[in-house]
């Protein structure tokens, strides 16, 4: 191995490449405190692109209805948006919403960061057509590094020392209107997101 790949694999000091449940249970628990907004109108819709295209760097996610039966399976019914100011919860279900949101996954121009977003995005084209660009999969990244555990909250915890709740994963995301626990869980899941490439960054682990 070259020295220039033994660099690339290595670890920042202080970084360990796992962490226990344990050590995750003792983390404090971390929401996302700011602002949300569950678009729904065309003003809450453009406002929201705009504010995303003023970005270099978005977090990204993804909800689905969660299947019980063998065979069955859902569309995913709702795409989150951080930005420096706001997320962004758009549902699915509102078509309007949709040309928008291909916009933003084709833009060149903005890094959409996110964990295992291969699967996110092959999903997302059951619903939509879009051209993906700058799109960042952290937990590839993490891979690269000789960490096994490259899940949102095990990243979250191993990088940024937090602890992230599970509690609404499994809920209805299809759902007409949206309940406080899941608002709150779905910003979450994008912020963290996004301030998990901005320390990826810090650390230059993204070269």
Known sequence: MSMHNADINELPIGIAPSISREAIAELPMRR?????????????LTDALADIQQEQIVGFDTETRPAFKKGERYDPALVQVATARAVYLFQLRRVDVIPGLAEVLSAPGVVKAGVAVARDLQDLKQVFAFAEKSVVDLGVIARRRGLEQTGVRN?????????????????????????????????????????????????????
């Open 32 to 44: 996302y405190q700011g602002r949300v907004c569950v678009v729904a109108t065309r003003s809450e």
């Open 155 to 207: 990243l979250a915890g191993i990088f940024l020392g937090w602890r992230v709740a599970k509690g609404s994963r499994t809920s209805n995301w299809a759902a007409n209107t949206l309940t406080p626990a899941q608002i709150v869980y779905a910003a979450t899941d994008a912020w963290i997101c996004r301030e998990l490439y901005l320390r990826f960054s810090s650390l230059q682990l993204l070269r």
